[in-house]
């Protein structure tokens, strides 16, 4: 049961909220297998509309983010719920989780890019093709950052599925209004 006036999400955050989860579905399902790899044998990036479109759903993400995080300490309050500590506890954990990651993952795609050299492609013949300032930074020989890049990415999505499903039980077994607090329509 809902104990704040609000019992659903402002409509600016469930825009973010969907839109989000839009992108970085889409991402992941474009994330084409072993795309460092082919880069690395000579594969220019901007002749493969995978992995610019996965690029620029990457970085939307990105932007998408920082824009929320802003809207967060703007925002009315958010609707809040009634629920055991320990599930209260688990779902700040998993969003503050979900949170870091949807920053970590395009960081980390960064870090792979111009530590190896490799160009950032984006959709509209957007082009970088050099980041001198993350290939001679003290970051970039610290980790193989496309390996980082594409563990995290399965990360987001193995974690989102779980939220999903926490949700979803929320819905149809708790039956309290948590998932309606964040659907499209309010
Ligand atoms: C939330 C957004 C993203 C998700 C979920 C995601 C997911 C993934 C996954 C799972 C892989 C591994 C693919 C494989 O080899 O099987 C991958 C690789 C890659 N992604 Fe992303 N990605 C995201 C954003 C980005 C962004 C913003 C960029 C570029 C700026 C990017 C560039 C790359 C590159 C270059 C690789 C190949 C890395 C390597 O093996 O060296 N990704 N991504
Ligand atoms: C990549 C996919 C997803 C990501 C990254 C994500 C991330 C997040 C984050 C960070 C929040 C906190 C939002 C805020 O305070 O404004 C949130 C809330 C929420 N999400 Fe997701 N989400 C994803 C997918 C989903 C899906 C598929 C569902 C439902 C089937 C869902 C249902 C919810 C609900 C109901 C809330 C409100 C929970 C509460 O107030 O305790 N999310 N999500």
Do not use: C
């Amino acid at each position: 049961m809902a104990v704040s006036p609000r019992s659903v999400y402002d409509p600016l955050s469930r825009a973010f909220h969907w839109l989000t989860a839009a992108a970085v579905l889409a991402a992941f399902v474009l994330g084409p297998e072993h795309f460092g790899r082919q880069m690395h044998d000579g594969l220019d990036p901007a002749t493969r509309w995978d992995i610019v479109t996965h690029e620029s759903l990457g970085v939307l993400v990105f932007v998408l983010t920082l824009l929320r995080l802003v809207w967060v300490a703007l925002r009315p309050a958010r609707p809040r719920f009634e629920m055991a500590g320990w599930m209260s506890a688990v779902s700040h954990l998993v969003h503050g989780l979900l949170w870091l990651l949807m920053l970590a993952v395009p960081v980390t795609a960064m870090l792979a890019l111009g530590s190896e050299g490799h160009p950032l492609t984006l959709l509209g013949g957007l082009r970088v093709n050099e980041m001198p300032f993350i290939a001679q930074s003290a970051l970039a020989p610290m980790a193989d950052w496309g390996e980082v890049h594409g563990l995290l990415g399965d990360i987001i999505l193995n974690l989102a599925g779980l939220h999903a499903a926490a949700a979803i039980y929320h819905h149809l077994v708790l039956k309290d209004g948590v998932l309606r607090a964040m659907a499209p329509r309010g």
